[in-house]
């Protein structure tokens, strides 16, 4: 099995904690957060309306729309609050031994991409 393909996106330290940075990966656009010292990395791109969330701000580990309030958590991609119901993509992050923060947008998206906030289904 091949090692996952990582890209390099910039060095760590021009993300300071409690920040975030937008890139393009291939063909992605993808929204690197430095929640407290440990990097995540999401699609950039609201689930509700495909708003940019890199233009959102960023509390503890949680990135704001600022469209309409939606939320989305760091760590995973799922949404935390409405009008978004659908998880955004995450993508594995890691800082390299160069210090560099390197993405991999290469992966399927894990966990359920849509959640019914009642809890009755999962899709």
Known sequence: MSEPEFIAVCKADEIAPGQTGDFEVGEHSVLVANCDGTYYAIEDRCTHDDGPLAQGRLRRCEIECPRHGAKFDMRT?????LPAFN???????????EGFVEVNVNVEPAG????DPRGTFKY
Do not use: D, Y
């Open 112 to 115: 359920p991409r849509f959640e």
């Open 87 to 97: 998880a955004v993509s995450s993508f594995p992050c890691r800082v390299n031994p």
């Open 77 to 81: 991609g799922k949404a935390t609050a």
